[in-house]
């Protein structure tokens, strides 16, 4: 297909005539080239040393191989030895290039020039730049696609105008100054305009607003008419009369104030018509009125006789009784601070004990204030996770185990002044259980940990605010929030029974025994006898003694034609159940587990001497036979009324007939 080149052609139309030209066409392949392998002589003996540069290959890329193996024909497998090029020999021609392949298209006639544009230049001093040609290259990433950059002509630029040429001689002239008296009526037509605003049309009227004028002030007193001199002599005159003392007065005698003396009648004008009297007759002291005179007999009366033993009064509640104390005030007012309201430990620590001047009381509200505040930490001690804790952080999470709550404690005892020591040791607390006869004592160890505290008269009080907060049950994973405050009112020596410390100068007994031997205390107050099962959650709330529980032993011998006295008493002698209890007493029976009774039961009811007492007198026969057990309950309840303040006698007729609900409160067992 011929072109004719006589037209003038596009662009357009040369790059379409172009690509129809290789429509039909076979692709261009390439070819490799064998090279003809040549004969090297064997290299001749080195007899100087000579530079070997990288030899540079001039040949087609075409022929080159795959990977990093060098070109060249294999001789035996074995590569020929490279050629050396010595100094002044000539380096042997490249190989000839492969001939071209005539075309048998011809290539499309190139357009014809266009005519130049002519400049022509402005009436300014600003450059014109000439017209840059578009320059098309073909990039090395496509196949034959052109690229052409865009050129900026005159043409472009005819719109546009140019600021003028700066001339320093057409330039306007400058105002004139001001006068000083163009400034100051200047300044002061500002101020004018700012005395008052005016109403035009674009603002709305301002309403004049009328300030009342203030009240007119009381006219003032008349003056004082002005003082008369006083004379030096007057002045000197009053000063001597001030310095000179008075006459003595008479003595008087007590007598004369109205002690055992009768009432002196008063005249009609209440004037008394005698003179008063100096005491003295004649300058002699009045006698003595025998009426004033006391009596010795009455005295003595009052006195206690010589080898009298007099009884000690008890009184409802005694200030040196702890477990009669009233701690209302001080357990009120620990429960006004949450912990998440608690800023810092000295902050709590002043709020805390500020309003009690007792130091018992001080401790009181702290012991408190951790029951309502921190939980123990039943998770971390049951999966043996348990990790040593500060005070501020125990006040943080609010979980512990019996050294976060010491610590706790502690720390606030100390920065609200009191003295107050955290004590480490054994405690039979959850997960102990007492020893088997014959079982070997082990050796010491530590489990538990408690405070000790200073109160009132300078008293060491032993603590523990762990066991004061609730109890644990380690089967079931479970803690429970119960305030004990037995806990804190609890005697040093009873306390020791359940709590042996390392340091054995804290024991603070008052039994005049410095301390107590390990073997004691882990097999108890009596080695041979296991002691006798007590429900403690019922004996604490209805405020009995577990040390008052008799039989003592939990084992009860079934001997035949013996009496077995069951009994019980209160904590304390001034213990009031309505003051310092939940009320009235519960009437308490005693359950025996007797086959030979109908049903297999039998209930005997205890008396009581309303002093805080209960016993009862039971023949072993009647108990049972061996290995039978024996309870001792509290009626909670009878026809679904509590039953508080039930005597005796009507217990007994409601055994049988009505329906009750019990409550534990201690067991034996018939051995």
């Given at each position: ?11 357009h ?40 540069p ?59 020039r ?57 330039l306007p002239p400058?105002p ?36 009342p ?39 008087r005698?007590?007598l ?45 009366a ?8 007099p ?72 999966n ?40 480490s ?66 005697g ?12 054995k ?8 025994r ?31 003694s ?11 011998p079934?001997?035949p ?9 209160t ?47 039971v ?53």
């Amino acid at each position: 297909m011929a072109t004719d080149s006589s037209q003038p052609q596009s662009i357009h139309a040369r790059i379409a005539a172009l690509n129809l030209g290789h429509v039909g066409r076979a692709p261009i392949t390439a070819t490799p080239i064998q090279d003809d392998p040549v004969q090297r002589p064997p290299p001749a003996p080195r007899s100087q040393t000579v530079n070997l540069p990288a030899t540079l290959s001039n040949g087609h890329h075409i022929s080159n191989g795959i990977g990093n193996e060098p070109n060249g024909i294999r001789q035996n497998g074995v590569l020929p030895p490279p050629s050396i090029t010595r100094t002044g020999e000539k380096k042997p021609p490249p190989p000839a290039l492969p001939p071209r392949k005539s075309s048998t298209q011809p290539s499309p006639a190139l357009p014809p020039r266009g005519p130049s544009q002519s400049l022509q230049r402005r009436g300014s001093n600003a450059s014109i730049s000439s017209t840059i040609s578009s320059t098309s290259a073909i990039s090395f990433g496509t196949n034959g696609t052109a690229r052409t950059s865009t050129s900026r002509t005159p043409s472009m630029d005819a719109g546009r105008k140019l600021a003028p040429v700066f001339d320093q001689a057409t330039l306007p002239p400058l105002p004139p100054k001001r006068t000083p008296e163009q400034v100051e009526k200047r300044y002061q037509d500002i101020e004018r305009s700012r005395m008052g605003l005016k109403p035009t049309k674009s603002t709305p009227a301002v309403t004049t607003v009328e300030v009342p004028s203030p009240p007119s002030l009381p006219a003032r007193p008349p003056q004082r008419p002005p003082q008369t001199p006083i004379r030096k002599e007057s002045t000197e005159a009053a000063r001597k009369l001030l310095l000179e003392k008075p006459p003595p007065m008479p003595p008087r005698s007590a007598l004369s104030l109205g002690m055992n003396k009768p009432e002196v009648p008063k005249a009609p004008n209440g004037v008394n018509s005698e003179a008063p009297s100096t005491g003295r007759v004649n300058g002699a002291p009045p006698p003595i009125p025998a009426s004033s005179k006391p009596d010795l007999s009455s005295i003595l009366a009052t006195k206690p006789k010589p080898g009298s033993n007099p009884q000690p009064s008890c009184q409802p509640v005694s200030a040196a009784c702890l477990t009669c104390r009233d701690f209302s005030a001080p357990d009120s007012h620990a429960a006004k601070f949450p912990r998440e309201t608690v800023p810092s430990l000295d902050w709590l620590a002043d709020q805390l004990t500020a309003p009690f001047p007792s130091a018992t009381d001080q401790a009181r509200a702290i012991f408190t204030w951790l029951h309502h505040n921190v939980a123990y930490d039943i998770i971390a001690f049951c999966n043996n996770a348990v990790q040593p804790s500060t005070p501020a952080q125990t006040l943080s999470t609010g979980l512990a185990v019996c050294q976060g709550y010491a610590s706790l404690f502690t720390a606030l005892a100390s920065k609200a002044g009191l003295e107050s020591l955290l004590v480490s040791g054994h405690g039979k607390g959850a997960g102990f259980s007492p020893l088997a006869p014959g079982e070997p004592i082990p050796a010491e160890y530590s489990t538990h940990a408690w405070n000790a505290v200073k109160i009132d008269d300078g008293e060491w009080k032993l603590i523990d605010p762990c066991w004061g907060a609730g109890h644990v049950c380690i089967r079931e994973q479970k803690y429970t929030k119960k305030f004990a405050p037995r806990w804190f009112t609890m005697g040093n020596n009873e306390f020791g029974l359940r709590h042996f410390p390392t340091n054995k100068s804290l024991f603070y007994r008052t039994d005049g025994r410095a301390q107590i031997p390990w073997e004691e205390y882990i097999l108890g107050a009596n080695a041979a006898v296991v002691p006798v099962m007590v429900y403690a959650g019922a004996a604490e709330e209805e405020g009995i003694s577990e040390t008052s529980v008799r039989p003592k032993g939990y084992n009860i011998p079934s001997s035949p034609n013996m009496i077995v006295q069951f009994r019980f008493s209160t904590i304390c002698s001034h213990w009031d159940p309505v003051r310092n209890g939940p009320g009235r007493p519960y009437p308490y029976i005693l359950k025996i587990n007797n086959p030979d009774f109908g049903d297999g039961h039998g209930y005997e009811v205890f008396e009581t001497d309303g002093k805080g007492s209960w016993k009862l007198d039971v023949e072993s026969r009647v108990l049972g036979r061996k290995g039978q057990s024996v309870d001792l309950y509290s009626v909670t309840t009878v026809d679904g009324r509590s039953a508080r303040g039930m005597g005796s006698e009507e217990m007994r007729r409601a055994l049988g007939r009505k329906a009750m609900s019990f409550g534990g409160v201690a067991k034996w067992e018939l051995v």
